[in-house]
């Protein structure tokens, strides 16, 4: 099995170049932002390979950032092993919301993430009452 990880900029997958990608590719992890164009997402779904979401896959760094936000507002900091055991459990935590949903709707990957992300900001808004 292999992995492909478009990480350098976005638009490298396109239209023109998905078609290519060889069939031992299970997996297409973005580490970019923005890296499949929509074209290229039908052609990666229809292929039958795993996506994982640039929104998803690359949070890491937004992640550890609101962290250490969170570290400064209350002037507690934690240790470099607490940081990535968070980090860990909220990047699985998330991946398994994502994988499970896409399973439980019989959807493409990149649509499940979108549908929480989509719920998670109505819920936030309504609790602020906002709408």
Known sequence: MTV???????GMVT????????ASVKILAEGANGP?????????EKK??????DFLC???????????Q????????????????????????????VSALARKKKVYTRDAAY???IQRVAEACKLRGWV
């Open 4 to 10: 492909l990880i478009p990480a350098a900029q976005e």
């Open 15 to 22: 239209g023109a170049n998905a078609g290519k990608i060889k």
């Open 36 to 44: 499949t164009t929509p074209e290229a997402d039908a052609i990666i």
């Open 48 to 53: 039958g390979i795993f996506l994982i979401p």
């Open 58 to 68: 690359n949070a890491g760094g937004v992640t550890c950032s609101y962290f250490e």
């Open 70 to 97: 969170v570290q400064c507002n209350t002037n507690y900091y934690w240790e470099k092993e607490e940081v990535l055991a968070k980090l860990d459990q909220k990047m699985t935590n998330a991946f398994k919301a």
């Open 115 to 117: 549908m929480i992300a």
